[in-house]
């Protein structure tokens, strides 16, 4: 095992049946190398530490400097960083479907398309800050309009090819389940033969169970409940109000007609989950901006607070100043809500049920990945006697 | 929080776009269809199978540097 850590997930199972799941991580707690280290230092340090999912760690890590120091609001700067948080949404979806779900579809995943992907990514930091600096504390704006528009255009066009198959508009357009399978019907987009998999095999509710979506978190009850509880194991297994949530690209997303019509269904299952990343991929590069949004930061006697949408759900970061430099700092990843040893994707592994343990195998494979397919795990099934 | 980390390709099979590279001592096979003119020696950012880019060898040990500052190294 490298030091990124991984998360084990052990299911016992009886005659095709799920017993019992537990959930261990050995994630390790980065954020303890900022300990001692000035505001400066610490943004200087977070995009060695997290190249993945690197602009939302240095957003709340900016965030959360600024409001311990107090530091006045930059609207103009903080909307052009929001835009680039949103954009690496789109990228990490975007990526993920390209090499994991032809996998899931017995394909071999369009490597050239990842990479063209990649490259256009890379660049939307330039096109907004001057240097390509946009998350320290002296950051300068210096929008590049036309270039900035036109590498969203490319970055739409590319998604709408290699995942839509020229669909997207279509895609984006749908409302209910029943236009879903219309624009199902004979489309071999790679979104198109997923979700078609999903229904052949009768897998488009696996997994469904009822935790709740992670509601909006106040900053100040946040605060004063991570306070209240032993930090590190707040950090390691989350709960709000003495409850497990889920926070995800599905339970972020209230507002689409769709995802409302499916979830009436086949509640927090497979094919919900699957369309809520598509949506976002979709749907950001377009300029619909709802999905991923961010609370007022909390600050108060040197603390500051942030809460900020990556990718995979809800980031918190949480850190203490003394005498300008830092005396604790806290993260939250999504990945601890969502892989919590109760949450929703122990819950979900409960239902399982298949003829054979490859076929649970199978089953737990897909639900891990759509729950969150960036993490390093490691899938142990054990029979029971 | 997912952390990639700086890892050195020791071996490359061209033929597969595969390489062997070492993470603190450990070894992992890494995918090299998203990165360009890769070389033993090199040092690339690790995820999940795959190197998502090439970083220079400062960086690489900087960011080693602050790893084992951070207790996550076991060498």
Redesign the interface.
């Known amino acids: 095992m490298t030091p990124a850590g991984e998360i084990t997930i052990e299911l016992n199972h009886r005659a095709g049946k799920v017993e019992a799941v537990e959930i261990a991580s050995t994630r390790p707690d980065a954020a303890r190398v900022f300990v001692g280290k000035t505001p400066e230092q610490v943004l200087s340090i977070v995009p060695l530490l997290f190249s993945l999912c690197g602009n939302a760690q240095a957003y709340a890590a900016l965030q959360a400097c600024r409001a311990a120091l107090r530091m006045p609001a930059e609207p103009e700067a903080d909307a052009a960083r929001e835009h680039l948080l949103q954009l690496e949404t789109v990228r990490e979806h975007a990526w993920r479907i390209l090499l994991d779900w032809p996998g899931l579809l017995d394909q071999q995943p369009d490597k050239t398309a990842v990479a063209a992907l990649l490259k256009i990514d890379r660049q939307f930091k330039s096109c907004l800050f001057q240097d390509g600096e946009a998350f320290k504390l002296d950051s300068q704006l210096q929008i590049d309009a036309p270039r900035s528009q036109g590498l969203l255009a490319e970055l739409t066009g590319l998604i709408d090819q290699v995942i839509f198959d020229g669909g997207l508009r279509g895609f984006l357009a749908m409302t209910n389940e029943m236009q879903l399978h219309d624009w199902l019907d004979g489309n071999k987009a790679l979104a198109a033969q997923l979700l078609n998999k999903l229904y052949q095999r009768e897998l488009h509710a696996l997994g469904n169970s009822n935790v709740a979506g992670l509601p909006n978190l106040d900053p100040a009850e946040l605060n004063r409940q991570m306070q209240s509880t032993d930090l590190s194991a707040f950090c390691r297994m989350p709960q709000w109000q003495g409850r497990c949530y889920e926070s995800t690209p599905l339970s972020r997303q209230q507002e689409s007609p769709l995802l409302t019509d499916l979830r009436s269904h086949y509640g927090n299952g497979l094919l919900p989950r699957f369309v809520a990343v598509l949506l976002e991929a979709a749907a950001i590069p377009q300029g619909i901006k709802s999905m991923v949004g961010t609370m007022p930061a909390y600050a108060a006697d040197g603390v500051g607070l942030v809460q900020v949408q990556a990718a995979r759900g809800l980031l918190i970061h949480r850190l203490e100043l003394r005498q300008g430099r830092v005396y604790d700092y806290r993260i939250v990843a999504p990945t601890e809500w969502n892989f919590h040893p109760n949450g929703v994707l122990a819950q979900g592994l409960k239902s399982l049920q298949a003829d054979d343990e490859e076929g649970l195998r199978r089953q737990a494979e897909w639900l891990i990945n759509a729950v969150d397919p960036c993490v390093q795990y490691r899938l142990v099934l054990t029979p029971e006697n | ?5 700086p890892a050195q390709i020791i071996d490359i099979d061209f033929a597969t776009q595969m390489a062997t590279a070492s ?2 001592g ?1 070894k ?1 096979e890494v ?1 090299l ?2 990165v360009d003119d890769v070389k033993v020696g090199d040092y690339v ?1 690790v ?2 199978g ?1 190197a ?2 090439k970083i220079d060898e400062d ?1 690489a040990l ?2 080693l540097a ?2 084992a ?6 060498s």
């Open positions: 929080m997912c952390l990639a980390l993470v603190d450990v992992v995918s269809a998203l950012l995820h999940v795959y998502l880019n960086e900087k960011t602050l790893f500052e951070a207790g996550l190294m076991a």
